[in-house]
């Protein structure tokens, strides 16, 4: 049974930094592509990175280029979201989510990429 758990979500202040984890079970590594978002009450979810099934493409949203870096790790069958020199408008849920069949890397920031979701781990980036 697929499952995916995030972790790593906690309270920083500007400027410093935070790594995400999405565990997955159920599935092998080299078998998925992951998508990490970010939801807050104002915005809709928002596609934040993306890693190939591979582990070699990956693409990022222009609100966290160089800032933010995503890995997989085959050994622990786990993807990171390292999130360097974070901001107050980085504070949101954030979710990962496992690729669909269809999943196409091309358009990998999009919802409608991913078919099954963790339950979220919160950042807050407060003064």
């Known amino acids: 049974q697929l499952r995916l758990v995030e972790s790593g979500g906690g309270l920083v202040h500007p400027g410093e930094a935070l790594r995400l984890t999405c565990q997955v079970s159920?599935?092998?590594?080299?078998?998925?592509?992951v998508g990490w978002f970010r939801q807050t009450p104002d915005k809709e979810r928002e596609g934040l990175s993306c890693?190939?099934?591979?582990?070699?493409?990956?693409d990022y949203a222009d609100s966290v280029k160089g800032r933010f870096t995503i890995s997989k790790d085959f050994a622990k069958n786990a993807v990171y979201l390292q999130m360097n020199n974070l901001t107050m408008e980085d504070t949101g849920t954030y979710y990962c989510?496992?690729?669909?069949?269809?999943?196409?890397?091309?358009?990998?920031?999009?919802?409608?990429?991913?078919?099954?979701w963790g339950q979220g781990t919160q950042v807050n980036v407060t003064a």
């Open positions: 989510a496992i690729g669909t069949a269809w999943y196409n890397q091309a358009v990998c920031l999009q919802r409608s990429q991913y078919g099954d």
């Open positions: 890693v190939s099934l591979s582990g070699r493409t990956k």
């Open positions: 159920g599935r092998r590594p080299d078998s998925y592509a």
